[in-house]
């Protein structure tokens, strides 16, 4: 009888408390949404929560989290504005001729708004090649640059003799009714517009040809562009000051991988928590179109001297031939999440670019504020002699797909990079958000039932796979980027309480910001495994002043195959 008793009493409560929780808000001012947007009904309020949330208060990741979904089909070169929380203007390239502008209230539902034609309102230009627009918000009105070519009434479009440029148009209000473009000019010796193809008198860099973009806030606004002189590259200067240049990415002004085919393009730039991210896409756009950035805390320091990470790669099918390609980003931000919209490259079976639709992708800060990559995911394990090994993705479904990546790519290495394809797999494409698992598969005579499964995050760009009685071979490495232009080197204690310092020296590591460590200790000459290391020591210099070396110290269980070490 005492403990049906205690047993009514623990039911009171609980239903005393719900019914306290559920009644307690009166209006939308006592409820707490977090990441949503409360509502007034009859019964009460009521959070309506934002994509990828769940629970009364919307504080809940739920299963589509980190799920990539499709905007509009058919639209390329996207730039999304956020007016509110709730309210989001989205362009982009659509047939050449007209801009539409789309009009959302949830990053989820779009509508058409308003369709740009500057032809239609103006008395003396027709335009083609409308491409890559950029909507900002000035005052109480909008921006809106876009590239083209211009040529007068009745004469063809596009032109001979013409290259595209960049134009401005102006809107009062959210009617969004653009006014007659004019060609861009920032005064003199300012970077400016020009229709006839070349370069303006005073030079290229000041030549301003295709994707602008807005960036900063409305007392320090910048406006990047791109400029043509051997590729596509990057410049930038403040509203404030037009002439003061910062040539920020590109062929002309850096060195850069045989693998942008000589393209930088497209610049992003967006801030959170004290960093500003500037986005770069690289290659051509029907070839292997591909999303890097740099970070930084200030705009002015935005450049390719500062570290370039991968953001996305190509995919590529099983013959190699593209499949999938990604870029032309826009960064918007939602109650303090951020997406990534996007456009994404269809290729046919012989690997040609039919299509490019525009998509939406959450993105993941790691700790020190870079971003997990896009559909890239470092793969690694630890050794067990003599085997070999294979790849299987579990799905969200439940569903698998296996082998994803076959022993005949991967043999006996230790690692494997997916990029968001199974080229064993019947070249299904998987995006990371509708992963639940890995399965590394091993094998001494191709007898493949033996594995170990790892549970996947859904957007994590790094993997590892610790099996029983396996070593590490491979360390990777990473580190925080100090101030631009700073050279690391490597040192590592060994069991023994010596060091070696350095192991990898600035000669070797320069100014990366990742380093995959095999045990070579290729300054010192000396080899050290994995398993003998206690410490891992990165160490910083800036204007090669190792007399005064900032450094960052780990310990080291000789196990770990992703290490991150902080310099402070």
């Known amino acids: ?184 000019d920032f005064g003199p010796s300012a970077p400016k517009g020009r229709i006839a193809s070349g370069c303006n008198g005073d030079g290229c860099l000041k030549t301003v040809r295709i994707d602008s973009a807005v960036v900063g806030p409305e007392n320090d606004r910048w406006f990047f562009y791109v400029w043509f002189t051997a590729g596509n590259n990057i410049a930038a200067f403040p509203f404030a000051s037009p002439t003061s240049m910062v040539a920020n990415a590109g062929p002309a002004s850096f060195s850069i991988p045989a693998s942008d085919e000589k393209i930088n393009e497209a610049p992003e730039v967006f801030w959170r928590d004290g960093q500003y991210y500037f986005f770069i896409s690289t290659a051509f756009f029907d070839s292997q179109y591909a999303m890097s950035y740099v970070m930084a805390p200030t705009i002015a320091d935005l450049t390719r001297r500062r570290a370039v990470r991968t953001h996305s790669l190509a995919q590529r099918n099983s013959a190699g031939r593209l499949v999938q390609t990604h870029g032309h980003n826009s960064i918007v931000a939602r109650r303090g999440q951020f997406f990534n919209v996007f456009h994404q490259g269809v290729f046919d079976g012989n690997g040609r670019m039919i299509r490019r639709d525009t998509f939406k992708q959450r993105i993941a800060f790691r700790s020190d504020g870079s971003i997990h990559t896009l559909n890239t995911i470092d793969i690694r394990w630890t050794q067990l002699p003599l085997h070999q090994y294979s790849i299987d993705i579990v799905k969200k479904d439940g569903s698998t797909v296996g082998p994803c990546i076959a022993v005949g790519r991967i043999g006996s290495t230790l690692e494997t990079t997916y990029t968001g394809i199974c080229p064993d797999g019947g070249n299904q494409l998987i995006n990371k958000g509708d992963i639940a698992a890995f399965r590394l598969f091993y094998s001494q005579n191709q007898v493949w039932k033996d594995f170990a499964e790892v549970k996947y995050d859904g957007v994590s760009d790094q993997l590892a796979f610790y099996l029983s009685n396996g070593n590490t071979k491979h360390i990777v490495l990473r580190w925080n980027e100090r101030i631009t232009g700073t050279r690391y080197s490597l040192d590592v204690r060994r069991k023994d309480g010596t060091w070696v310092a350095p192991c990898v020296a600035d000669a070797i590591i320069g100014t990366q910001i990742e380093y995959v460590f095999d045990g070579n200790c290729q300054t010192a000459k000396v080899f050290v495994e994995p398993r003998d290391i206690t410490h891992i020591r990165m160490c910083s210099a800036i204007n090669n002043d190792w007399a005064r070396a900032i450094c960052g110290e780990v310990a080291y269980d000789g196990k770990i195959i992703h290490v991150y070490v902080r310099i402070p």
């Open 1 to 184: 009888m005492k403990y049906i008793s205690v047993f009514l009493f623990l039911v009171l409560i609980v239903y005393t408390e719900t019914k306290w929780n559920n009644t307690r808000a009166v209006n939308c001012n006592d409820l707490a949404c977090n990441n949503g947007r409360c509502i007034d009904e009859t019964q009460g309020p009521r959070c309506l929560c934002d994509e990828g949330f769940i629970g009364s208060n919307c504080n809940q990741q739920g299963s589509d989290f980190y799920r990539r979904t499709q905007l509009i089909p058919g639209l390329a070169d996207p730039d999304i504005l956020a007016v509110n929380d709730d309210l989001f203007y989205l362009s982009g390239t659509s047939d050449g001729m007209v801009l539409p502008i789309y009009q959302s209230t949830n990053l989820i539902n779009y509508q058409l708004k308003v369709t740009y034609n500057p032809s239609a309102i103006d008395s003396t230009y027709n335009y083609c090649f409308l491409w890559a627009p950029d909507l900002s918000k000035r005052g109480t009105g909008y921006d809106l640059y876009f590239s083209a070519q211009r040529v007068s009434k009745g004469a063809p479009c596009p032109a001979n003799g013409q290259d595209v440029t960049t134009f401005l148009a102006r809107a009062s209000d959210n009617n969004l009714i653009f006014s007659t473009p004019v060609l861009v």
